[in-house]
């Protein structure tokens, strides 16, 4: 892909400020065009009829002729001064090889490394000096569950009894503990928990 590269003040050139507005897209258009097909700044009959609005347009190129911008030639016209910023073809075509050259060096020069199916996300990356381990998180408790405690001694806040840890609740409500066994109910602990 090429790039046309024009003066930062080119709309600001005496040249250009005079030409209508129309005739200022249509030169445009063609330096562009020229750019993108490296035709060296020519425009051919050709060229008008594969722009967009080049049809349209076609009937300003005595106005860029008359300002100087265009020059007439043998197959077409030629954009004054589009090499003076632009890269012709020929210096296009040789760093295109130039570049071509440096990278099969630089392919020549690396390992060989052999090339599998696999793609490249399918690889799985250690990040263990970057990212923590990931541990389980802790269970999160159910309140509405009494939460047995070594020693026998029930949580105060799991069955409503005593605020102390420390002392055993006597008589838990008969609604936390219905159906256990007596072991259980001694230890605080009931079958469905």
Request: glycine content about 6%.
């Amino acid at each position: 892909m090429t790039w046309l590269k024009t003066d930062d003040r080119f709309p600001e050139h005496r040249k250009i400020r005079r030409l209508t507005d129309a005739a200022y897209r249509l030169h445009h258009t063609a330096m562009c065009a020229c750019a993108k097909d490296e035709t060296d700044g020519l425009v051919t009959e050709a060229d008008l009829a594969d722009m967009e609005h080049g049809q349209r347009l076609r009937k300003h190129i005595d106005a860029l002729v008359s300002a100087g911008l265009w020059e007439p030639v043998k197959d077409g016209w030629l954009i004054h001064d589009f090499l003076d910023y632009n890269p012709s073809h020929a210096s296009l075509v040789a760093k295109r090889a130039a570049d071509r050259e440096r990278q099969e060096r630089y392919r020549k020069g690396r390992p060989q490394t052999p090339v599998t199916e696999v793609s490249h996300r399918d690889i799985r990356v250690s990040h263990a000096f970057v990212t923590p381990p990931v541990t389980a998180p802790r269970p999160v408790p159910d309140p509405t569950r009494p939460v047995p405690v070594p020693n026998g001694v029930i949580s105060p806040s799991s069955v409503g009894g005593s605020p102390n840890p420390n002392r055993p609740v006597s008589d838990p409500p008969a609604t936390a503990l219905e159906g256990c066994s007596p072991a259980a109910v001694s230890l605080g602990i009931g079958e469905n928990s």
